[in-house]
């Protein structure tokens, strides 16, 4: 069985640059959750969401949107790209991302600003 | 690869130690519990999990205790192998939240 995969594996932009980072969840699953993980820190999370509708957001600014698509997978998209969005971006699906539901993890896009 | 382990405590012990992960969380209002195990370049692996209604669960060479009281949890691996060298997260859901919220993390290095 597939797991959650993520494209693209790595990634290399510049200051103010805009990406958008891809996710397809675990057959079966119709929640999908986004985090960040900076080096050598545990994720953080950025949003939630479950058939199609935002469920939950992190404190994180406006420049970073997301949105989940029919079929459940999802984009997580960052404009206005800093320095400091450089990090792991991981996502998770579950069933239906309720409470004390175990979250998958993918292998994560690794995203570098310069 | 790069190591997600940077500045995290770390614990070194030799192939057929018994390890212990500890981990203290803040939200007395948690009442679900996961272990990860995340190796360097990958995602976050499922492990185990606890809810807060037992104090103890058991998988294949893996413990997880949970002191509600205190608000501690820890992770016991049996006969730890070269291959369990990773960092180990323990992650909580508040009650009535389906977010995870992460610990520091522990890097743990086995020896041959």
């Known amino acids: 069985d597939a797991g959650v995969t993520q494209s693209p594996t790595h990634l290399i932009k510049t200051r103010g640059q805009h990406v958008t980072l891809r996710c397809s969840p675990i057959?079966?699953?119709?929640?999908v959750s986004w985090y960040q993980q900076v080096l050598g820190q545990g994720p953080q999370f950025i949003f939630q969401?479950?058939?199609?509708?935002?469920?939950g957001r992190g404190n994180f600014p406006d420049r970073f949107s997301a949105r989940q698509f029919p079929n459940y997978s999802s984009e997580l998209n960052v404009n206005a790209l800093l320095l400091g969005d450089s990090a792991l971006y991981l996502c998770?699906?579950?069933?239906?991302?309720?409470?004390?539901?175990?979250?998958?993890f993918g292998p994560g896009t690794r995203l570098l600003v310069l | 690869g790069e190591s997600v382990g940077l500045h995290l405590p770390t614990l070194s012990v030799q192939e057929g130690d018994n390890s212990i992960i500890n981990c203290a969380y803040s939200n007395s209002a948690s009442d679900y519990f996961i272990w990860y195990k995340q190796e360097s370049g990958k995602g976050p692996q499922f492990i185990i999990d606890?809810?807060?209604?037992?104090d103890k669960r058991q998988g294949q060479r893996v413990t997880v205790l949970l002191n509600k009281t205190v608000k501690h949890l820890s992770l016991q691996i049996a006969a730890t192998q070269p291959g369990d060298s990773a960092v180990y997260f323990c992650a909580e859901f508040a009650s009535g939240y389906s977010t995870l919220t992460f610990g520091k993390g522990t890097m743990l290095l086995v020896s041959p």
């Open positions: 998770a699906s579950s069933f239906t991302g309720g409470n004390q539901e175990t979250q998958y």
């Open positions: 057959s079966g699953h119709k929640s």
């Open positions: 969401y479950y058939e199609k509708e935002e469920r």
């Open positions: 606890i809810r807060s209604n037992m």
